[in-house]
């Protein structure tokens, strides 16, 4: 089996200050070729521990992936470290100070001389342009390990993959990539899941994990190349089966159409309709996870009921009572829908939210309407305040996307 | 040096279908407790390379925080992977059963089978209560490292780790907490803030870093203890100088004050004032950046043009120019204003956004308004949609910043 490890290199991540999202980002990528991640390892600016854990990888795997370290501040060190490590002197590549000085000559600006550090690679390693900052990237061979050296900036990082990156390793590992596919479930805790498949015989090919996301859990079925289509359909049969109607999606990429947000986009895309939508206890949740989809045409976030007076047109609530939240919701539904001329109006109210320590759970009233129809539903989220922002968020349009599929 | 590693078990860790958020958090709570992390690594589901990074990590360390892996499901290995690596059996906790008895029993449903498996411990094992889920923890010494196990779920792991590890390592690893300073910028690279900063003498017990991150980026500074107050606030002041406007904060602490919106809402919260925002290229990130804040009174997103006249009552724009827009934007902020009774309004229009691929910078026009006065600015965002969506949301924020300094 070919391993992989990813190694990112930054006091920023070891500190905790920053979440290493390209480490993730990488792995993914290479799961989708058919490769195998064994380990990830951070570091930090101690150019010591750099040093070992480069030779560490080097004697225990087939491919590394690095992140970081690359920039001009004094605590950019992989260069150096690399150097140390594999005994190879940096020496100054003309062509990476060239594209570094045209990088600020294009914006105008001086070059800083701290830059000037960037073009010195390790004098075996091959050069991978970066066209979309100042460091750039490199690759060598050592003890039969293959290193791709990137720097950290997500958006540099992927764009040095993918150019160059890529290519090299489908050349250097050619792979049958294995095929993944994912039950995506809300409502059921990870034991409940675990005890309904219990009766499903999962051949020996087939590699079961288990997802505990905010976006809901997730089963996921990775099938070795060569695993038939309609064995694969037949598996996902017995799991829907067992799951009932708490599974909203089954995919089979890991980056399409695996939340609810995606399901109801489609759903709402399919048949050319719009939403706008009033949030509370969500506060931008629901706008944002809907970032560039041209269905949504407004959101609106009222902090109180004062403020949904303001912006909705209540005048009060006549009873404190579930069912009398509900049909306000269902008012505040209509009206945002009316105010943006859409299809549907979902509305979720919320006003009992606690603000210190770990709030207690708290009722979200969800109303769904159409120019014709107008249901609502009572639900319960709890834990920390982020927590409830998501999951209300999600609880509203989980709720939609039942709709949707009923009214089809 | 005390040497702390964190790692991190989990097959959807290593596949990238998850990020890890639990070895930042961690790390973060160790460096403000004056320890020294020294490395994060992550092992996926195979039993082989949890017990060979266990027994690399007892050579190495002195302690070491585990996440993962104490779930019911199949691919929970970490007690056997700790039984197999340090050549101690598993033996059923009573105690612990009876607990994950009871968080069943209080919710009023039968305990899986499957959630048994959860109480096998490490004969030499010291149990850590989880009261907040099933699994427990639990700690142990082997070859001179202290391991301390807590589950993947990030709000029992954080709890476990309050009422358990923290103390045992206060214990364990008496420090002199560390003291960190945090000078915080926006609209300066890092290459930049590194010229800037050249003529700066940094004493030798200083440790000097640098952040780039989507909220701005930060200078670290990282003071040994015993650093005089007044020679911190010296160098802080001479950082101050030589980056001028660019800072919009400095902090001591990293969960406190560190982005713009803290910044705002503190200069809010202190002058006893009120906001309403419209948002468009940000779609949801200011309503969401201000969680729980009660100053956000309003907040709406309008996808397009013809939106913002349903909802704001414009009719038209006479003309396409800069100067058009950034009246509409002052004219739009006093409509939320209004509506939302708040004492400020913050508008920011964007109406050319592009969807497809890597869009190009667009314009962004952002009004400040009060009941007395109004400003408009131009700006420009690019790169990918959810870097348009942050950094317009920053530059928002930033304006409103730099309004209320100057009307102080």
């Known amino acids: 089996m070919i391993k992989i490890e990813i190694l990112s290199q930054g006091e920023e991540l070891l500190t905790g200050q920053v979440i290493d999202t390209n480490a993730g980002w990488l792995s993914d990528e290479l799961v989708r070729m058919g490769l195998t991640i064994t380990r990830h390892t951070t570091v930090g600016d101690e150019k010591g521990d750099l040093v070992a854990v480069l030779k560490e990888i080097a ?35 003309t062509a990476a100070l060239a594209q570094i000085e ?32 100042t460091a750039p990237g490199f690759s060598l061979e050592y003890a039969g390990c293959w290193f791709g050296f990137m720097p950290g ?28 596919v994912i039950i995506n479930t809300l409502g059921l805790g990870e ?16 590699r079961l994990g288990f997802l505990t996301a905010p976006e809901g859990n997730q089963i996921k079925l990775l099938f070795d190349a060569g695993f038939s289509k309609s064995r694969v359909q037949g598996l996902i049969a017995d799991f829907k089966k067992e799951l009932g109607a708490s599974v909203f999606s089954v995919t089979d990429d890991r980056s399409y159409k695996q939340t609810i947000y995606d399901v109801v986009g489609e759903q709402l895309t399919h048949k050319g309709l719009t939403l706008a939508v009033l949030e509370t206890l969500s506060q931008g949740e629901m706008a944002s996870q809907c970032l560039g989809q041209s269905w949504l045409l407004s959101a609106m976030y009222c902090q109180d009921f004062m403020q949904l007076a303001h912006f909705v047109g209540i005048d009060y ?22 105010k943006a001329k859409s299809d549907y109006g979902l509305a979720q109210l919320c006003f009992n939210k606690q603000v210190d320590g770990q709030p207690p ?48």
Not at 74 to 93: H, I, K, N
Not at 158 to 171: C, E, G, S, T, V
Not at 317 to 337: N, P
């Open 361 to 408: 759970r708290v009722a979200i009233y969800t109303a769904v309407v159409t120019a014709t129809t107008a249901v609502s539903f009572i639900d319960q989220v709890g834990g920390p305040m982020r927590r409830q922002q998501r999951q209300s968020a999600l609880k509203a349009f989980d709720r939609l996307r039942i709709f949707l599929q009923e009214n089809n």
């Open 317 to 338: 609530l006549a009873k404190d009572t579930g069912k009398a939240w509900c049909q306000l919701a269902e008012k505040s539904a209509e009206r945002v829908r009316r």
């Open 59 to 93: 004697a225990r795997a087939d491919g590394c992936l690095c992140t970081g370290g690359l920039g001009p501040t004094v605590d950019d060190l992989t260069a150096e470290a690399v150097a140390e490590a594999f005994a190879v002197p940096l020496q100054l590549d």
């Open 191 to 206: 034991s409940d899941l675990q005890d309904r498949i219990q009766a499903i015989a999962i051949p020996k090919d087939v």
């Open 153 to 180: 900036v997500p958006n540099e990082m992927k764009q040095i993959f993918n150019h160059a990156i890529r290519p090299a390793f489908l050349q250097r590992f050619p792979q049958q990539p294995k095929s993944l």
């Open 102 to 133: 045209g990088f600020f000559e294009h914006r105008g600006q001086p070059m800083p001389v701290s830059n000037r550090k960037q073009a010195l690679l390790p004098a075996t390693a091959i050069r991978l342009d970066n066209l979309w900052g």
